[in-house]
């Protein structure tokens, strides 16, 4: 179980996501984490255990921006460390990604992404999605995750971010069979 967070709006998303977070800490005390897009890029902090531990971290850091995605872990693959907290990015840095559920088919997907030279960042299933859309991103985030998704088994919901795409994120869910 897992919390997840998506803002894109006029306020610091920083503040929004944080908030969202604080209220769905309970989800998972293992790690948490957040990515804000400014200025075209995106700024990815992240910390093991609770999330006043991320707190602590980013309280003197500036993180401006009107987009931004958020996650509170509780740990299904890899320990809960830093290196497994989410958001997952992908090799660029571009794309940013939070999920809650589990890809039961990503050491399969991991494999073809390290076979075609992606870095691993992560024990995770989440990051292959990251790579994922990297690789396969032509300008329509929606339809990239949307058939990424079709590829992926499992029960879950993402959300994603792109530093090229500032006025919107894709959250997308599975259909439990």
């Given at each position: 179980?897992?919390g997840?967070?998506?803002?894109?709006?006029?306020?610091?998303?920083?503040e929004?996501?944080?908030?969202?977070?604080?209220r769905?800490?309970?989800?998972?005390?293992?790690?948490?984490?957040?990515a804000?897009?400014?200025?075209?890029?995106?700024?990815?902090?992240?910390?093991?255990?609770?999330?006043?531990?991320?707190?602590k971290?980013?309280?003197?850091?500036?993180?401006?921006?009107?987009?931004?995605?958020?996650?509170?872990?509780?740990?299904?693959?890899?320990?809960?460390?830093?290196?497994?907290?989410h958001?997952?990015?992908?090799?660029?840095?571009?794309?940013a990604?939070?999920?809650?559920?589990?890809?039961?088919?990503?050491?399969?997907?991991?494999?073809?992404?390290?076979?075609?030279?992606?870095?691993?960042?992560?024990?995770?299933?989440t990051?292959?999605?990251?790579?994922?859309?990297?690789?396969?991103?032509?300008?329509?985030?929606?339809a990239?995750?949307?058939?990424?998704?079709?590829?992926?088994e499992?029960?879950f919901?993402?959300v994603?971010?792109?530093?090229d795409?500032?006025?919107?994120?894709?959250t997308?869910?599975?259909?439990?069979?």
């Amino acid at each position: 179980m897992c919390g997840i967070v998506g803002y894109v709006g006029e306020q610091q998303a920083l503040e929004v996501v944080l908030g969202g977070l604080r209220r769905l800490e309970y989800r998972g005390y293992d790690s948490a984490g957040v990515a804000i897009l400014d200025g075209g890029a995106l700024h990815v902090e992240r910390k093991a255990g609770k999330l006043s531990n991320l707190e602590k971290e980013i309280a003197e850091t500036a993180l401006p921006g009107t987009l931004g995605i958020g996650h509170t872990r509780w740990a299904t693959h890899g320990p809960p460390t830093d290196r497994n907290a989410h958001p997952h990015q992908d090799c660029s840095g571009k794309v940013a990604v939070v999920h809650n559920g589990t890809i039961e088919n990503f050491e399969v997907l991991v494999r073809g992404l390290e076979e075609r030279g992606h870095d691993r960042a992560s024990d995770t299933d989440t990051e292959v999605v990251a790579h994922l859309v990297e690789e396969r991103y032509s300008g329509d985030l929606a339809a990239t995750v949307r058939s990424i998704c079709k590829e992926l088994e499992g029960s879950f919901v993402l959300v994603v971010a792109h530093a090229d795409e500032p006025r919107g994120l894709v959250t997308i869910r599975t259909q439990l069979p």
